[in-house]
Protein backbone atom coordinates (compact mmCIF):
# COMPACT_ATOMS: atom_id res chain seq x y z
CA UNK A 1 0.00 0.00 0.00
CA UNK A 2 1.20 3.20 -1.26
CA UNK A 3 1.40 5.79 1.81
CA UNK A 4 2.66 9.62 1.79
CA UNK A 5 2.66 10.47 5.54
CA UNK A 6 3.15 13.88 6.47
CA UNK A 7 4.24 15.55 9.81
CA UNK A 8 5.50 18.98 11.39
CA UNK A 9 3.14 21.53 10.06
CA UNK A 10 2.02 23.56 13.31
CA UNK A 11 1.73 27.71 13.84
CA UNK A 12 4.69 29.80 13.37
CA UNK A 13 4.99 33.81 13.43
CA UNK A 14 6.44 35.86 10.73
CA UNK A 15 9.75 34.98 10.37
CA UNK A 16 10.02 32.27 11.87
CA UNK A 17 10.82 28.72 10.50
CA UNK A 18 9.23 25.03 10.53
CA UNK A 19 10.64 21.59 8.71
CA UNK A 20 7.86 19.52 7.27
CA UNK A 21 9.11 15.77 7.09
CA UNK A 22 7.39 13.35 4.13
CA UNK A 23 7.61 9.46 5.12
CA UNK A 24 7.37 7.40 1.83
CA UNK A 25 6.57 3.84 2.00
CA UNK A 26 5.03 1.03 -0.58
CA UNK A 27 6.64 1.47 -3.55
CA UNK A 28 10.16 2.41 -5.05
CA UNK A 29 9.79 5.97 -4.22
CA UNK A 30 13.91 6.08 -4.25
CA UNK A 31 13.63 5.70 -7.68
CA UNK A 32 11.44 8.67 -8.21
CA UNK A 33 11.20 12.74 -7.73
CA UNK A 34 9.19 13.99 -5.14
CA UNK A 35 7.89 17.13 -3.94
CA UNK A 36 5.73 19.64 -1.88
CA UNK A 37 2.69 21.40 -3.01
CA UNK A 38 0.46 23.41 -1.43
CA UNK A 39 -3.28 24.64 -1.16
CA UNK A 40 -4.30 27.82 1.01
CA UNK A 41 -8.12 28.22 1.53
CA UNK A 42 -10.10 29.22 -1.58
CA UNK A 43 -7.54 29.22 -4.02
CA UNK A 44 -5.61 25.88 -6.19
CA UNK A 45 -3.08 23.79 -5.34
CA UNK A 46 -0.03 24.87 -6.17
CA UNK A 47 3.83 23.71 -6.50
CA UNK A 48 6.40 24.51 -3.76
CA UNK A 49 9.27 22.50 -4.41
CA UNK A 50 10.65 19.09 -5.91
CA UNK A 51 13.55 17.22 -6.04
CA UNK A 52 15.17 14.32 -7.87
CA UNK A 53 15.26 10.95 -7.00
CA UNK A 54 19.17 11.12 -6.25
CA UNK A 55 18.56 14.93 -4.72
CA UNK A 56 21.04 16.24 -6.70
CA UNK A 57 18.84 18.25 -8.61
CA UNK A 58 16.31 20.70 -6.52
CA UNK A 59 13.53 22.60 -8.17
CA UNK A 60 11.10 25.84 -6.62
CA UNK A 61 8.41 27.95 -7.08
CA UNK A 62 9.92 31.41 -7.18
CA UNK A 63 7.37 32.55 -4.57
CA UNK A 64 9.55 30.34 -1.83
CA UNK A 65 13.34 30.07 -3.70
CA UNK A 66 15.44 31.36 -1.49
CA UNK A 67 13.83 30.82 1.87
CA UNK A 68 12.52 27.09 1.15
CA UNK A 69 14.96 23.65 1.07
CA UNK A 70 14.09 20.47 -0.41
CA UNK A 71 16.21 17.53 0.97
CA UNK A 72 15.30 13.78 0.80
CA UNK A 73 16.79 10.63 2.45
CA UNK A 74 16.92 7.60 0.62
CA UNK A 75 17.90 4.55 3.00
CA UNK A 76 18.44 0.87 1.98
CA UNK A 77 15.28 -0.13 2.61
CA UNK A 78 13.82 1.77 0.50
CA UNK A 79 11.81 3.57 2.91
CA UNK A 80 12.03 7.73 1.70
CA UNK A 81 12.13 10.98 3.68
CA UNK A 82 11.39 14.33 2.09
CA UNK A 83 11.86 17.32 3.95
CA UNK A 84 10.85 20.84 3.68
CA UNK A 85 12.92 23.75 5.59
CA UNK A 86 10.72 26.58 5.48
CA UNK A 87 12.31 30.00 6.56
CA UNK A 88 11.84 33.66 6.49
CA UNK A 89 7.90 32.36 6.63
CA UNK A 90 5.17 34.66 6.06
CA UNK A 91 1.39 34.96 6.38
CA UNK A 92 1.21 34.18 2.38
CA UNK A 93 2.78 30.96 3.19
CA UNK A 94 -0.82 29.60 5.34
CA UNK A 95 -1.88 26.42 3.97
CA UNK A 96 -2.39 22.68 3.92
CA UNK A 97 0.82 21.37 2.60
CA UNK A 98 0.80 18.28 0.59
CA UNK A 99 3.99 15.83 0.24
CA UNK A 100 4.19 13.79 -3.50
CA UNK A 101 5.93 11.44 -5.64
CA UNK A 102 6.01 11.53 -9.32
CA UNK A 103 5.06 7.90 -10.83
CA UNK A 104 7.46 8.29 -14.16
CA UNK A 105 10.80 9.53 -14.97
CA UNK A 106 11.76 13.19 -14.69
CA UNK A 107 11.67 16.00 -11.77
CA UNK A 108 8.34 17.87 -11.32
CA UNK A 109 7.84 21.20 -12.14
CA UNK A 110 4.28 21.85 -11.62
CA UNK A 111 1.35 20.07 -9.36
CA UNK A 112 0.15 18.06 -12.29
CA UNK A 113 3.19 15.96 -12.86
CA UNK A 114 3.17 14.33 -9.41
CA UNK A 115 1.03 11.06 -9.06
CA UNK A 116 0.63 10.36 -5.71
CA UNK A 117 0.07 12.36 -2.64
CA UNK A 118 0.06 12.36 1.10
CA UNK A 119 -3.25 13.69 3.44
CA UNK A 120 -1.27 17.17 4.12
CA UNK A 121 -0.50 19.16 6.79
CA UNK A 122 -1.56 22.43 8.31
CA UNK A 123 0.90 25.48 8.33
CA UNK A 124 -0.36 28.36 9.44
CA UNK A 125 2.21 31.54 9.33
CA UNK A 126 0.41 34.49 12.03
CA UNK A 127 1.70 38.35 11.00
Known amino acids: QVQLVESGGGLVQAGGSLRLSCAASGRTFSSYAMGWSRQAPGKEREFVAA???????????ASVKGRFTISRDNDAKNTVTVYLQMSSLKPDDTAVYYCAAMTRGGIATRVSDFGSWGQGTQVTVSS
Open 51 to 61: ISWSGDSTYYA
